[in-house]
């Protein structure tokens, strides 16, 4: 690992270097083994490796949501406002994406717990009450028999992107 090869800028000491093997990730919901409530499942592939490794994460995930931040500026003043987020399909230009921003929307496992019906309004990713002005997108998701329901967001930014 010491030694610098053709396609290295430089050397690389021991001290500071770690080769790793390429592995590749897709996460997505789908329903839980058994025939369980929507959970949180990944796919990996692995160089070296025939085939696939596919595992169930995390039980009660019902939703899981990627949004694109678009900067604007340059170098230091490079920014990502809360507006700037978009949907893969809707960004023009991937060169300008600086941020990610997830959404996993996770539910109870006991029903009945929640006092109202609620719904899930994606594009804003709040939770309210079933029928209240303020979820209103027009791919909301129901949220079934009355669960408690938690929207987690992370927010992070490419590394190779920030100034």
Do not use: H
Not at 34 to 47: A, D, F, I, V
Not at 141 to 157: G, H, K, M, N
Request: positive net charge; hydrophobic residues 35%; proline residues 4%.
């Amino acid at each position: 690992i010491a030694k610098s090869s053709g396609n290295l800028s430089r050397s690389y000491p021991e001290a500071i270097s770690k080769v790793l093997l390429l592995q590749s990730n897709q996460y997505y919901v789908r329903k839980g083994e058994n025939g369980k409530p929507p959970s949180l499942w990944r796919t990996s592939w692995r160089k070296g490796t025939t085939s696939p490794i596919t595992m169930e994460l995390i039980e009660g995930v019902q939703d899981l949501q990627f949004e694109y931040g678009i900067s604007t500026g340059m170098g230091e003043n490079r920014a990502v406002t809360d507006n700037a987020f978009i949907k893969a399909n809707a960004v023009t230009n991937w060169n300008n994406v600086a941020a990610v921003r997830v959404r996993l929307l996770a539910l109870g496992n006991e029903a009945n717990v929640s006092p109202d019906a609620q719904v899930y309004d994606r594009e804003k990713g709040l939770i309210c009450k079933k029928g209240d002005s303020a979820c209103t997108a027009a791919d909301s998701i129901d949220i079934p028999d009355r669960r408690l329901a938690q929207v987690f967001t992370a927010v992070v930014s490419l590394r190779n992107k920030l100034p």
